[in-house]
Structure formats: C-alpha cells, structure tokens
C-alpha cells in the first residue's frame, strides 16, 4: 500500500474553505495524510481547531526534516518566514512547497499531492487510482463551482449540491500536482520540470475522470472579502487600499466573463458530499 501525503497552504485564518477542504478529503484519507504548512497564522489555533472541530489530533513541527516523524496529523510552521508583503509571500510559498514535496519523496513517501485550500481533488475512485496509478505525474482536469447571479450566497449548513449548478472548465488548474517522484514546481504549481503550463495541456494529457475542483468563486462576496483579507495580512494598510480600489472594475468584468461561459455542473457537482 502507497504512503499518500495530502499538503496544503494556510495563508488565511480559518474559513468555510477549510471547513470544506477537511471534509471533503477525509472521504479517502485519513487525517495522518494531512499537512498543513503555515504561514503567518498561530499553529496552535489550527492544532485546537482541528482537535474540537474535526477530533484529528496533530503534531506541530518546525523542522522541515520532521514532515514524516508523526503518526499523525502534521502542522508545520517555517519559523524562519519574515515576509512583508504579498510578493515575497508568492516566492516564499513557492520555494516552501518544493522544498516539501522533495523531503517527503527523499523520506520515502509514495505519493504526494500539493491543493491549495480552496482546490478539491476528486475522481468516482480516488482511493484507488492514487494506489495504482503509473506515471511519476499526473494531472487533473481543472473546473471551478461559480455561483451564478441569480443563486443565494453559500450556506455552509447546505450541501454545495443543493445549491450551485453552473460550472467553469478552468484550463490553468490542469495542475501537474499528483506526484510520485521530486519535482520544481513554478509558483502556484501550474507547471514543474517535464510538464508545462496548464493552459497549454491537451485533454489526453488529464487522468481520465480525475478532477481538480476550484472554490473559490463559490460566493463571490466572500472570494472579493478573502483576497482583501489575504493582502491585509502581506501588506501595509495604504498598500491595500490602493489595491482593492484599483482591481474593483477588472474583478467585476473577471467574474462577468466567467459567468458568460457557463455550463452544467451537475454530473460532477452532484457527487460532491459535501
């Protein structure tokens, strides 16, 4: 049997995407699978969150050599992180997950799979194609859930099903994050050595039926209150505004074209159980 380590950033304080994120994946993992690297979030908020919350006991690190030293559910938080402000934290976080990634093949993990907090992974049998799967890499086909005009906001207490119909098929999330040997991933994990830019990847080159499901445009008004959140935290007061007030019109037109290019979602969005 494969040794699986499911890795995740926390670049935020805890949300409805975690929330989503942990449910979603203790379907076919157990929680010794999970990483969470943090950032500049409190690593014993997490580990009493996830004790009261999701009764998963884990195991705060600040070795990058300990990442395979837990029988149980790893936090890991980098103490030497002074980052001051959003692009640092892109280049930091970058590095992070590569150096990651390759400590744990070196350990002699199987298998390692790198989401973002906001991206679930899913296929009809993923147990068992993450056990049996051939190539050192593989990619799933990128989709994102988008809550269309006329839907309510997200109620955390409903299933997504129930309340989101309309996907986006999201070519830059055919992210090459399934991985069985050491790889160089670009910021983001778009791309790595051997595999190109998600963009540019033709249908044969997706695992059949595996799919990599985005988030965040879920509820549009949280995503617009999460990125303002996220820059708050890497940047200076001054430095977001500007930020914030200048992007408001090039967001609305993003999300606007989005939303012309829907489709259907429910063969894939009906399976989700949570």
Known sequence: MRQIKLVTTLDREPNYLLDLWIKHHLQYFTSNCFIFSLNLIDPVLIQTLLLNRYNIQSDIITNINELTSSSRCVIYKNPNSNISNYNEFIDYSSNLANNIQNTLIHSGIDVVIWLDMDE??????????LQTFT??????????????????????????????????????????IVTRRKVTWI?????????????HVHDSELYPGLYLIHLDKLDIDLLFNLQKTSYEMYNNTDHVIHITNTN???YSSKIDNIRSRLICGHDIISKLLV
Not at 143 to 160: D, G, R, T
Not at 187 to 199: L, N, V, Y
């Open 120 to 129: 679930l992974l899913y296929h009809d049998d993923l147990y068992n194609v």
């Open 135 to 176: 190539d050192d890499v593989i990619r799933p086909k990128g989709i994102e859930i988008v809550q269309h005009q006329k839907e309510a906001p997200y109620n955390p207490s409903m299933l997504i099903k129930d309340q989101r119909k309309k996907i986006h098929i999201f070519p830059s999330k055919n992210k090459p």
């Open 187 to 199: 910021p983001g994990r778009h791309a790595c050595d051997g595999h190109g830019h998600g963009d």
């Open 248 to 250: 408001i019109s090039d």
